[in-house]
């Protein structure tokens, strides 16, 4: 029984004393009030109080400059931190706005302390505020989804000097496609040494692998168990193996009890565990992952390990393939998260449902395939050729494929009476296609006519490949290969009411080395000093350069000539393109091609030294090899393929040199350019080396027309990258993308073959015209910073939603500096359906007035 509470009043201070009775302790009234008590307690406070928003911020108005701001996540971890702000600044530099980070509450400081303890130079490009964002200041609806991105092109036309984004999160790659290099830039420089686990070198892989489960188990985000890790390992350790001779394997997460128990199980001896903070963690990635698995498909913090880690070489797990419950809300789209050269993994054990689904598209197909059209098949290629032209006809079928009038541009056509590769009588033509003629360019229907001597004719469909990366860009890097008759003394391409006639050549048939490597096209060119390095480096071991040019300085031209004339190069023409009787619909071709048709270059030297040449190279001018461990690199690429038999193609990543440009030929010393070790300590997407038979056409960096498999990613050896020469004035020529260099021995050159080559140079010097040529050569840099500027801030800075090219570049010109051009006589066949063709002749050099890209 509940007593009645008594009240009565101290005299002494005015307080009323409560006089409990024991029995009420013992009353369920009591204690339900208790119980509802605390509920009520528990609402009052639910409000988080690191969420009080401070005051508002104090901004100015009607300044000279636009902002830009944006909601943050920011009670969430640093992987989603980085995510957030790596984005923001893209955009705000794609909108040539000032970022701002307006610390709103006790999340938003310790989001900011977090990050800039990891990643200052990220913060350093924000302008930090105190207090929370203003009302006055207006909020844009952008990126609502998490995970998919959204272009911020549609921001262009907001003209608030204050522009605040409502998004949070904005997870994917595509806001920042061109920033890995600066941000990883933008890391601190390690105080912790690692001591205890693993150091990547020459003879050490190591493979990163990421856990996260806590907190994952809990709110029903995909969480990989035992078997798939110890399966994924597995399959990464096959497909990494041959890369070194001592494999070892860091684990990294949240569950140490769980990565203790895999460390264990591991059939490597060297297995780790980190038990270092997650910034450290990163930073060991930065430096030491070769490769990195991500267990967790949508573990931010594991995105970033991968993100920045040494080798960029990263696998994941596949999310489609798992129950994850970012898929269900809609917001996820796997190709904005992941970037495109990751490597997933389907997790088929984790979804039985997706595995039914996947065993009857298999019988369905077998069905198809095996049943009711048994005779159209009669080999695996018949099977695969049928079954695309299939599927591209169910699509044409459903979704229609009207073709379009639109014009090609035929850079080259050669003709081969016998080829190893292609067979005898071999046509191959590059060329550029409008890529909407039709849904699948390469399905367009081209009909080649070839006469002979005899006046025999036959009329032939060749078989079309595309090189290309950019989606954006109209003109497509095709190569046309067919065979025809022999003795072909006329090509023609018609579309059945319409001729015209192709010119065409034969390819070499000897090469003036046993190893060619063939230089991206130059214009604008007067880094001459990266060219007499180039040269002598690649002659001292058995390498010649085929360069391509579009304009080059006079002086810097005629010494080129010159070393053509010694034996040392090959000069060969780049044209910009020009339709000599284009249409009113016709695009202008500069513009819509991918980087000045780099790959229509790269896949014209590769089909001219097709019969002679016994290894190929595709480097940029800046771009030099050494080898390592041969003396040649004719030793080299023979060992790599004899080792690695069913490679086609080799790649070598680069990695970025400090260099200083000399003003006079004559101080140019190769012990002092290579002989140091000071390099940016990690590898930037590289370049490529075959046998002229593997592969009949390339882009810039690899070629896209066969399996992953057969291309193998060389970690013994790289390319010396020098990109960016300090000037003869010892400025840095480009100051606003400066290069975090230390010393790395490993890099250390044999300083023998140095003093080898640098004899030979000075021999040079003094046996030919060299020294006189070179006396008019410039002193300084002038055009390579201007273009490298207008690279930077058209396409390097920010996602790509337009043609990357150079194309609109301000070339301002100089009275003192003139340029050679290569020039030609342009040609246009007649109007034809679906394809104009254009195409030139006449291929010479012109000295001009001023230099023009």
């Not at 991105?149 to 994917?172: A, C």
């Not at 997460?253 to 903070?277: H, I, K, P, W």
């Not at 050494?626 to 069913?646: I, M």
Request: charged share 20%; net charge neutral.
């Amino acid at each position: 029984m509940l007593e009645i509470i008594k009240l009565s009043s101290k005299t002494d201070n005015g307080f009323l004393v409560v006089k409990y009775s024991k029995k009420a302790f013992k009353s369920p009234i009591f204690w339900m009030i208790m119980v509802y008590s605390v509920f009520l307690l528990r609402a009052i406070h639910e409000d988080d109080p690191l969420e009080i928003p401070y005051p508002p911020a104090q901004v100015n108005y009607k300044t000279s400059r636009k902002f830009i701001s944006s909601n943050y996540a920011a009670s969430s971890r640093l992987g989603n931190h980085l995510f957030e702000l790596a984005s923001v600044l893209s955009i705000a530099r794609e909108l040539q706005r000032v970022p701002i980070f307006f610390i709103e509450d006790c999340y938003h400081e310790k989001m900011w302390e977090d990050t800039n303890a990891l990643i200052p130079g990220l913060m350093n490009q924000f302008l930090v505020i105190n207090g929370s964002v203003p009302r006055s200041i207006r909020r844009t609806t952008f990126h609502a989804k998490c995970c998919t991105f959204e272009n911020p092109s549609v921001l262009e036309n907001v003209q608030d000097e204050y522009l605040h984004l409502k998004g949070t999160h904005y997870q994917s790659w595509k806001y920042f496609s061109q920033m890995r290099n600066e941000l990883i830039g933008f890391l601190k420089m390690p105080t912790n040494h690692f001591f205890y686990l693993p150091v990547s070198s020459q003879s050490t892989f190591v493979t990163c692998v990421h856990v996260r489960r806590g907190d994952f188990l809990r709110v029903g985000f995909h969480v990989a168990d035992e078997k798939f890790i110890r399966s994924a390992m597995n399959f990464v350790a096959r497909q990494e193996g041959a890369r070194r001779k001592h494999m070892t394997t860091v684990y990294f997460g949240d569950d140490f009890q769980f990565m203790d128990y895999l460390r264990n199980g591991t059939t490597s001896s060297d297995a780790y565990v980190s038990q270092n903070s997650p910034s450290d963690d990163l930073l060991y990635s930065k430096s030491n992952c070769d490769v990195v698995f991500i267990s967790a498909a949508h573990s931010t913090f594991g995105w970033w390990m991968g993100y920045l880690s040494k080798g960029n070489r990263v696998y994941y797990t596949d999310i489609q393939y798992t129950k994850d419950y970012i898929l269900e809300t809609g917001e996820f789209k796997s190709d904005d998260y992941y970037p495109p050269h990751w490597i997933p993994l389907k997790y088929a054990g984790s979804d039985n449902l997706t595995e039914w689904k996947l065993l009857l598209t298999i019988l369905s197909l077998f069905l198809i395939f095996f049943i009711i059209l048994p005779s159209l098949i009669g080999s695996d290629d018949r099977f695969i050729n049928w079954y695309l032209s299939f599927r591209h006809k169910i699509t044409v079928l459903i979704l229609g494929d009207s073709a379009s009038n639109t014009d090609a541009y035929i850079i080259n056509t050669y003709y081969y009476p016998s080829s190893k590769s292609l067979g005898n009588n071999a046509v191959a033509m590059v060329l550029l296609l409008d890529r909407n003629t039709m849904r699948d360019i390469t399905r367009h229907q081209m009909t080649l006519i070839a006469t002979n001597a005899d006046n025999q004719s036959v009329a032939v469909v060749p078989k079309l490949v595309k090189e290309q990366l950019n989606e954006a860009c109209r003109f497509v890097n095709i190569v046309a290969t067919t065979n025809v008759l022999p003795r072909m003394t006329k090509l023609e391409i018609s579309d059945g009411e319409h001729k015209v006639e192709i010119p065409f050549k034969l390819p070499r048939n000897t090469s003036p080395s046993r190893v060619i490597i063939c230089i991206s096209p130059q214009f604008i060119a007067e880094q001459w000093q990266l060219f007499i390095t180039h040269s002598h480096v690649a002659r001292r071991f058995g390498g010649h350069l085929h360069i391509y040019v579009t304009s080059m300085l006079d002086s810097f031209f005629e010494l080129v000539q010159e070393y053509e004339r010694l034996g040392y190069v090959t000069l060969d023409f780049w044209i910009r393109m020009k339709f000599q009787n284009g249409s009113d619909t016709s695009l202008e071709p500069n513009s819509n091609s991918e980087l000045r048709n780099q790959a229509g270059a790269q896949t014209d030297c590769l089909l001219q030294y097709k019969e002679a040449a016994e290894f190929i190279t595709f480097f940029d001018i800046d771009d030099i090899l050494f080898p390592r461990g041969y003396d040649a690199y004719f030793d080299e690429f023979t060992a790599l393929h004899a080792q690695n038999p069913g490679i086609l193609t080799f790649h070598y990543s680069k990695r970025e040199m400090m260099v200083y440009n000399k003003a006079d030929i004559h101080d140019i010393n190769f012990l002092e350019i290579f002989g140091h070790t000071w390099f940016v300590n990690e590898e930037d997407y590289g370049k490529v080396m075959t046998k002229p038979t593997n592969i009949n056409s390339m882009w810039i960096h690899e070629s896209f027309n066969f399996s992953y498999k057969k291309k193998f990613f060389m970690d013994s050896n790289y390319l010396i990258h020098m990109q960016k020469p300090i000037d003869t004035n010892g400025k840095d020529t480009i100051p606003y993308k400066m290069s975090k260099f230390e010393i790395m021995p490993e890099m250390q050159l044999n300083s023998s073959v140095l003093l080898e080559i640098q004899e030979e140079f000075v021999s040079l010097l003094n046996f030919t015209n060299i020294s006189t040529i070179a006396e008019k050569l410039p002193k300084q840099s002038y055009y390579f910073p201007i273009i490298y500027r207008c690279y930077y801030e058209k396409f390097y800075k920010k996602f790509q939603k337009q043609c990357p090219n150079g194309e609109g570049c301000i070339i301002p010109q100089r009275s003192d500096m003139n340029c050679v051009h290569s020039e030609v006589d342009y040609k246009s066949g007649p109007q034809m359906t679906p394809i104009t063709y254009h195409f030139h002749e006449n291929p010479r050099w012109v000295k001009t007035i001023g230099c023009h890209a």
